[in-house]
């Protein structure tokens, strides 16, 4: 069926919906993976989110129950250029669109997601709505601007024009809550603790749960860990009272700043206990030092994202997934020193405490999708944590 995105400044573009039939409305965000469809949509980073896919076909590899980042889909919604209906591949289980289906989360195709990105990247992660075209916006073009009334010239043929249909829903796509100063960690954490791995394992880590993605357990597990999995909302003293050897700070979606709970527990854990910290567990980990974050422009989110180690001239490609950062200029030296530069746009991509054994990255080591060039931090951790026994 016939179905469109608006977004708050009036940018619309149309398309044909597949899987849920229902509205959805949040932050649009892209993602330049070239394949990790199933991965994105169930990363709980991605709440409250519509996210845009840069590769040009989606859905041809189909989903499966073992590469999924959390136990359902996430993001608010889906937008393609192409997607393919019939999977071709010997691990798909079922269909992409019968995934979302169940999760009742619409998906928007055909849309030319090239011109959306671009403007996105220029306007910045706006607000937007995903719904049923209206019956009289058929005559629309595959896209356009929506004019305030008096300011258009009625003629549908025109890129910029007055449509009080629209209109309508470009108020609701500016009711959409700002990211900015909204906690959704509290919403995706887990609400009871869970453990991996072995019990006789050589290390125990507690792992905070923010929005963790699945693979990080599957990173830690791997080499030997036992992993127990907590709600973000536990105090120090609960972790500390499990006997962990180490303590992981997970991803997870929102502002890093409403997180004073978080934030205070790790700021009582430092000294006392090795921390990694992931991406918002990077930013929390940040705010605990002393520091501040702020919101970028249109984020960061990929698999190809090039970042120096400063402290070993190495560089990385990484996968990312985060609207926001921490701000350099507000982070003390004498606490904390910078180990990681965006070389995109030299925004602050790892931190280490200099007289804790903490560190914390801004991408995601454990990738998934994404390459692997950062699973060396997995090592690096799980030796702070032997050298801490």
């Known amino acids: 069926m016939n179905g469109i995105l608006v977004l708050e400044d009036g940018h619309f573009y149309r398309g044909e919906l597949f899987a849920a039939d229902v509205q959805a409305a949040g932050e649009v965000v892209f993602n330049t993976s070239p394949t990790g469809y199933q991965e994105i949509l169930t990363d709980p980073s991605y709440v409250g989110q519509i996210v845009v896919l840069t590769t040009s076909h989606v859905g041809n590899y189909g989903v499966n129950?073992?590469?999924?980042?959390?136990?359902?889909?996430?993001?608010?919604?889906?937008?393609?250029?192409?997607?393919?209906?019939?999977?071709?591949?010997?691990?798909?289980?079922?269909?992409?669109?019968?995934?979302?289906?169940?999760?009742?989360?619409?998906?928007?195709?055909?849309?030319?997601?090239?011109?959306?990105?671009?403007?996105?990247?220029?306007?910045?992660?706006?607000?937007?709505?995903?719904?049923?075209?209206?019956?009289?916006?058929?005559?629309?073009?595959?896209?356009?601007?929506?004019?305030?009334?008096?300011?258009?010239t009625g003629e549908h043929t025109d890129a910029a024009f007055y449509h009080p249909d629209l209109l309508q829903i470009v108020e609701q796509a500016k009711a959409v809550t700002s990211m900015v100063g909204l906690d959704l960690a509290s919403r995706v954490t887990c609400r009871e603790s869970w453990t991996a791995g072995e019990s006789s394992a050589k290390c125990?880590?507690?792992?905070?749960?923010?929005?963790?993605?699945?693979?990080?357990?599957?990173?830690?597990?791997?080499?030997?860990?036992?992993?127990?999995t907590v709600p973000a909302s536990t105090s120090a003293g609960d972790i500390l009272a499990l006997g962990p050897d180490g303590v992981l700070l997970s991803n997870g979606p929102g502002d890093p700043e409403p997180l004073t709970g978080p934030i205070e527990t790790i700021r009582t854990l430092l000294g006392k206990v090795p921390i990694f910290g992931i991406c918002l567990g990077h930013q929390l980990f940040g705010l605990a030092c002393g520091g501040k974050t702020y919101k970028l422009k249109f984020g960061h989110r990929g698999g190809n994202h090039p970042v120096r180690d400063g402290e070993s001239g190495r560089v990385e490609i990484t996968a990312q997934n985060h609207g926001f950062a921490v701000h350099a200029p507000s982070l003390d030296g004498r606490v904390v020193t910078v180990t990681h530069i965006n070389l995109n746009d030299d925004t602050v991509e790892g931190l280490r405490h200099r007289r804790h054994p903490a560190f914390s990255v801004q991408f995601h080591p454990e990738a998934s999708p994404g390459p692997h060039d950062s699973h060396h931090l997995f090592r690096r951790f799980v030796e702070l944590m032997q050298r801490g026994r």
């Open 204 to 228: 125990h880590v507690v792992c905070l749960d923010f929005g963790i993605k699945l693979n990080i357990v599957r990173q830690l597990v791997a080499l030997g860990c036992r992993v127990t």
């Open 65 to 152: 129950a073992d590469d999924a980042e959390s136990s359902r889909t996430r993001t608010a919604g889906l937008i393609v250029r192409d997607y393919h209906p019939v999977p071709s591949n010997w691990r798909s289980d079922r269909k992409l669109a019968d995934s979302l289906a169940d999760a009742n989360v619409p998906a928007l195709s055909g849309v030319d997601t090239r011109a959306l990105v671009l403007h996105t990247r220029k306007a910045g992660a706006l607000r937007g709505v995903m719904t049923r075209l209206p019956e009289s916006c058929i005559r629309l073009p595959l896209a356009g601007t929506v004019l305030a009334p008096g300011r258009g």
